[in-house]
């Protein structure tokens, strides 16, 4: 590039790159969805949740690692980050998980394991940054469709869960969670989840846009954490500190994302790079394989949003050419990339997981294979069935 192009021009027109990309008025949604989602953490929902859940799945083999996965995916969902699902899920089942003889490494295992689902879960803030990478791919199409991969990945883990409980002879809790018990628990939980189908349900139908929804999240979670008594002047001084120094981070990396787009056009890279597959082979099956593999590659040691700002404008061109939708392909990326949250050498969730559970990776590794074999057959039904992604978003009328 500074062969062609001389390099004060190449610096300012990187600054102006970088302030166009961080002035998208549709980035909003992201500071305030991290701002809703610290309120959340907060705001005493951790406990809610693991109840509601245990009321409804309490008497499956396993009941307190079943109960850990749904939590995970709900927990997830509203607070929109993983390792703080695996962190408040996992101290929460974690006692009784011990005085039930539970195998630690198999806890740990088990709540690191589920805590990405709930990053397909709408609110998703992954989501929303593929859509500024896809060049404006719409949010609602994408929440919309992030719910059923979300649900395989925790279904996945479920499934493990019993399978391995029932070898070790891990009983379910009868008797206590009772249909009493189960209006009671729907009740104390309900307004933590109403957070999901207001403001999903405003965006999909088309009342507000994803960024006015996440003010509304924000306002929701605050009032929340208000009548919960778990949010004070002092303690929601700290969130908001703590929430700008997360979203300058991500919001700075989208800036900086927009000077590599602007390189990769230039160099025409993606076109390069969509010649390439193409001319190693023409049929989507394999294409589709090769970009899972180099996903899983790199998903081990990046993190999920600077990973989406990589790849996305690198393969989204390549899927174009063989009629995939935008929307069925940023599933598939996130999906994959959020894998990497719970591999080594990185695994950020995994290792929270591991620390909470009070237990070491070379014990939680054996467990953890079972759950990676069952995700990635998930990650086949979201690569390769498109319904499985555009099956709700076309039903909404959003693709």
């Known amino acids: 590039i500074l062969r062609t192009v001389p390099l004060e021009v190449s610096v300012v027109t990187g600054a102006q790159r970088i302030f166009v990309g ?18 959340m953490n907060q705001g005493g929902i951790a406990k809610r949740l693991v109840d509601f ?63 990405p689902s709930g990053l397909l879960i709408p609110p998703s803030n992954a989501l929303i940054t593929y859509s500024l990478a896809a060049g404006g791919t ?3 199409a994408l929440f919309m469709a992030g719910y059923i991969p979300g649900i395989i990945w925790a279904v996945a883990c479920m499934a493990v ?9 891990y009983k379910g809790i009868p008797g206590k969670y009772d249909w009493k018990n189960l209006w009671v628990c729907t009740l104390r939980a309900l307004p933590s989840l109403s957070l999901i189908v207001v403001v999903i349900g405003g ?22 954490g208000i009548l919960y008594r778990n949010i004070t002047l002092k303690s929601f001084w700290k969130i908001a500190v703590d929430s700008a120094k997360m979203s300058g981070m991500v919001v700075f990396l989208i800036g900086v994302s927009n000077i590599l787009g602007w390189v990769m056009a230039f160099t025409q890279i993606p ?6 597959l193409l001319g190693l082979t023409s049929n989507p099956i394999i294409i589709l394989l090769i970009m899972n593999v180099i996903l899983l590659i790199a998903g081990t040691f990046m993190d999920v ?23 069925q392909f940023g599933l598939i990326l996130v999906y994959n990339l959020c894998i990497g949250n719970i591999t080594p050498p990185v695994g950020n969730t995994l290792f929270v997981a591991i620390k909470v559970g009070r237990s070491s990776l070379s014990r939680v590794m054996p467990y953890m294979l079972w759950y990676y074999v069952a995700i990635l057959v998930g990650l086949l039904m979201v690569t390769y069935i498109p319904a499985v992604n555009l099956g709700l978003p076309a039903m909404a009328g959003l693709i």
């Not at 703080?84 to 039930?100: D, F, T």
């Not at 391995?164 to 002879?169: A, D, R, T």
């Not at 999909?204 to 979670?221: H, K, L, M, P």
């Open 271 to 276: 076109q390069a790079i969509s010649d390439a």
């Open 161 to 169: 869960a019993v399978i391995i409980s029932k070898k070790k002879g």
């Open 305 to 327: 949003t600077p990973a989406i700002l990589i790849f996305t404008p690198l393969f989204l061109p390549v899927v174009k050419t063989f009629g995939m939708d935008p929307v």
């Open 22 to 39: 961080m002035s998208k008025f549709s980035l909003t949604a992201i500071p305030f969805f991290i701002l809703a989602g610290n309120l």
């Open 203 to 224: 965006i999909i139908g088309g009342v507000f846009t994803a960024t006015e929804g996440s003010a509304i999240a924000v306002i929701y979670a605050l009032i929340l």
């Open 138 to 140: 719409s949010v609602a």
């Open 53 to 115: 859940v245990m009321a409804i799945l309490g008497k499956l083999p396993g009941a307190l690692l079943v109960t850990n996965v749904g939590a995970n995916a709900l927990f997830g969902a509203i607070s929109g980050s993983a390792s703080a699902a695996a962190a408040a899920v996992g101290s929460m089942v974690e006692k009784g998980e011990e005085e039930q003889g539970y195998d630690k490494a198999l806890c740990a295992a088990t709540n690191g394991a589920s805590a």
